[in-house]
């Protein structure tokens, strides 16, 4: 069974950082275009950051480029997003999602599989 797994949210002060993990179990993620998204109370969920398959390729939304990063090691079915110079407005709970569509998008439809999400959360 396909399974998408967040961890490495929390409560972090302005300015701080934290990194997500995406774990998968039940499928090579390497074969999947993995993307970011997050979703703040009574918004929509957007997308923050995609990475390509095999060529590494990636894509972030404006909001967030230049303070995260996304990176992937397939060794260990895992892809992390790295976020730097947080602000209040980046509080969300953020998801990984998966899909066999290539190239990378920020659009939310392209992702069938989708993990439960972590909270982040930024104080002012």
């Known amino acids: 069974q396909l399974q998408l797994v967040e961890s490495g949210g929390g409560l972090v002060q302005s300015g701080g950082s934290l990194r997500l993990s995406c774990a998968a179990s039940g499928f090579t993620l390497g074969n999947y275009v993995i993307g970011w998204f997050r979703q703040a109370p009574g918004k929509e969920r957007g997308g923050v950051s995609c990475i390509g398959r095999n060529d590494g390729t990636t894509d972030y939304a404006d909001s967030v480029k230049g303070r995260f990063t996304i990176s992937r090691d397939n060794a260990n079915n895992t892809v992390y997003l790295q976020l730097n110079s947080l602000k209040p407005e980046d509080t969300a709970v953020y998801y990984c999602?998966?899909?066999?569509?290539?190239?990378?998008?920020?659009?939310?439809?392209?992702?069938?599989?989708w993990g439960q999400g972590t909270q982040v959360t930024v104080s002012s």
């Open positions: 999602a998966a899909t066999l569509r290539s190239p990378c998008t920020l659009w939310k439809y392209t992702y069938p599989y």
